[in-house]
């Protein structure tokens, strides 16, 4: 599975911050595959993967939010018991840590999406990759 482009927005916690940020997304066209948000230190923090993440960038400025961008694995995994162990385990065996992770669906095949934070997302892909092509060999 690839890499992919994260991007964290800090806005004021307060109703309405993720439609406000959302709003801005769909006014460029920009489909969210998969987000997460919480209040961290008084304020809203959303993690977001993309389709489009150079004109998510340019909508966000636009609308003066604030984000940062960072590089994640993601990967398809079937929805059975056992899948998201698995992908973790493989991480985990491999000395990869994952820092914050979250979901979404794979607009494709509506598979779900799963996205990781780690410190090595390529060599977390790679992993991930493996572990879907195998994954996929034993279901069929």
Do not use: W
Not at 5 to 28: F, H, S, Y
């Amino acid at each position: 599975m690839p890499t992919a482009k994260e991007l964290t927005i800090r806005m004021e916690d307060k109703p309405g911050t993720l439609g406000i940020c959302c709003r801005a997304l769909a006014d460029r066209q920009v489909n969210i595959l998969a987000f997460e948000a919480f209040q961290s230190e008084g304020q809203s923090l959303i993690r977001m993967l993309m389709d489009n993440p150079a004109a998510a960038k340019t909508a966000l400025e636009a609308n003066g939010i604030y984000y940062t961008e960072a590089e994640v694995a993601h990967v398809k995994l079937a929805h059975r018991p056992g899948h998201l162990s698995r992908a973790a385990s493989r991480l985990g065996e491999n000395h990869i840590n994952i820092n914050y992770s979250y979901c979404g669906t794979e607009p494709e095949s509506n598979l779900p999406l799963v996205v990781f934070g780690v410190n090595d997302a390529a060599k977390a892909a790679a992993l991930l990759d493996r572990f879907a092509k195998e994954e996929n060999t034993v279901a069929a």
